[in-house]
């Protein structure tokens, strides 16, 4: 009896001295799961860049608010270099929540590099322009969305009220300060102080402004739309028929992969909105812009598409956006007056 206590002590023992020999690992940082954080993303397009230096160019465009770097992957025969040839350019990630819309580009990117050397119409759309992807535009507001609240639309400007946030696809300058789009702080919809007033939208001005861009898409989520200007107003764009032309051409494409009906319309059909991506370069520049609601088509599950979801997305998008950088080298020579 006397030797209980060494008993007891021993045993008790055995789960401290099997916690000192097996280690555990220090909880990982919050991630999310097989989408890609914009650290993630930035190591990735660096792996690209090393396995691909001949036909891909990484830049770092600047900084968000926060300082997180906002990056693009350059896709061309000669990616060096500027050259007089058709550009295009492909952003995702506006909208914080919208996870699937940095994940798509992204892996157009991976696609076009890796199909280069094997595939023969991959490597005449990449040596026939410039490819620009811009995967994730909203870093701050993506990582927030990742560590403390999923459902966070907006960049996480301070301002200064108490309230957080930027709706950055109401800060462009095209009918900047419309309907659909908010002067209070609060709302999900707020357009800033002030047309650009936010670093993202801003590096998106500039890259336009030093290029000759023919095409974009702008990924969005979730709804299964293709959306062509305008979003300010009802009334039809100068090019109303050309862009509609090309929408559906774009959610054929996609149809014909897995069968998912992505509906092609005006984008003010969905709602009015003022200030965003696609408006600012078609009423500046008239360029063909195109902003594309993926999976899934409604509100269940929403902005949480779940992982299983990511491929096949990106499968069905693919051909729509090689369709368009193919336009932009051959059809949008003739047809489009500027
Ligand atoms: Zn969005």
Not at 134 to 151: A, C, E, F, K, M
Not at 218 to 230: D, E, K
Not at 299 to 313: A, D, K, V
Request: aromatic content about 10%.
């Amino acid at each position: 009896m006397q030797n209980r206590p060494v008993v007891l002590f021993l045993i008790f023992s055995i789960p401290l001295l099997l916690a000192g020999t097996c280690r555990q690992p220090p909880p990982a940082p919050p991630d999310a799961g097989l989408y890609h954080t914009n650290d993630e993303i930035i190591d990735e397009l660096r792996r690209l860049q090393s396995q691909f230096p001949d036909i891909a160019h990484v830049t770092e465009l600047g900084e968000s608010l926060e300082g997180r770097k906002i990056m693009a992957i350059k896709i061309s025969g000669s990616p060096g270099t500027e050259e007089e040839e058709p550009e295009v350019i492909f952003v995702g990630g506006h909208h914080a929540r919208e996870w699937i819309s940095v994940d798509v580009p992204f892996l157009l990117a991976k696609r076009l590099l890796k199909n280069y050397a094997t595939d023969a119409a991959t490597r005449s759309l990449v040596d026939g322009g410039s490819i620009w992807i811009i995967p994730l535009l909203n870093p701050d507001g993506h990582q927030y969305s990742v560590d403390s609240n999923r459902l966070w639309r907006k960049n996480r400007r301070n301002n200064g009220d108490g309230t957080f946030g930027v709706d950055l696809n109401r800060n462009y300058s095209f009918q900047w300060g419309g309907p659909g789009s908010s002067g209070d702080t609060f709302s999900e919809t707020y357009r800033g102080p002030q047309a650009f007033s936010e670093p993202e939208t801003r590096i998106l001005r500039d890259l336009v402004a030093a290029h000759n861009f023919q095409a974009i898409i702008s990924y969005h989520s979730y709804s299964q739309l293709v959306l062509f200007p305008w979003g300010y107003t009802r009334s039809p764009a100068p090019d109303a028929v050309l862009l509609q032309q090309l929408a559906t051409s774009i959610a054929d494409s996609i149809f014909s992969i897995h069968r998912q009906r992505y509906t092609p319309e005006q984008s003010s059909d969905l709602y009015v909105a003022s200030g965003d991506a696609t408006d600012w370069l078609y009423g500046n520049a008239r360029v063909p812009s195109f902003t594309i609601e993926l999976r899934p088509g409604s509100s269940s599950p929403g902005f949480i598409l779940p992982e299983s979801e990511i491929q096949p997305t990106f499968e069905e998008n693919l051909p729509a956006a090689l369709f368009l950088i193919k336009w932009t080298q051959t059809l949008g020579q003739t047809t489009i007056t500027m």
